[in-house]
């Protein structure tokens, strides 16, 4: 399993950033889809996920403000984020989660300033 996270970035705090996440897997339509995240010094953290049949999950500090969604044909997962605030920033992690097995990808950096 290897998962491609992309769409990381700098911008002001009220932006919007985009992350998706391909996975080259056959199991990615039949997994739960999670991000997650993790500032310095911090550990890493739920943000979000999302069940092969659609439901999804917040934290609490995104809701409301972070949607995640699936394309099972193009095996890829998305978390749209609006309103960004300063302490959202930090790596944020694609996981897929599938038989009791955990899968990670590199992270995707998300700078929000103030």
């Known amino acids: 399993v290897q998962l491609q996270a992309s769409g990381g970035g700098s911008v002001q705090a009220g932006g919007s950033l985009r992350l998706s996440c391909a996975a080259s897997?056959?199991?990615?339509?039949?997994?739960?889809m999670g991000w997650y995240r993790q500032a310095p010094g911090s550990q890493r953290d739920f943000v979000a996920f999302?069940?092969?049949?659609?439901?999804?999950n917040y934290d609490d500090s995104v809701k409301g403000r972070f949607t995640i969604s699936r394309d099972n044909a193009k095996n890829t997962v998305y978390l749209q984020m609006n309103n960004l605030k300063p302490e959202d920033t930090a790596v944020y992690y694609c996981?897929?989660?599938?038989?009791?097995?955990?899968?990670w990808g590199l992270g995707t950096q998300v700078t929000v300033s103030s």
């Open positions: 996981n897929l989660y599938y038989q009791a097995q955990n899968y």
């Open positions: 897997t056959s199991i990615f339509s039949v997994s739960v």
């Open positions: 999302i069940t092969r049949s659609g439901n999804t």
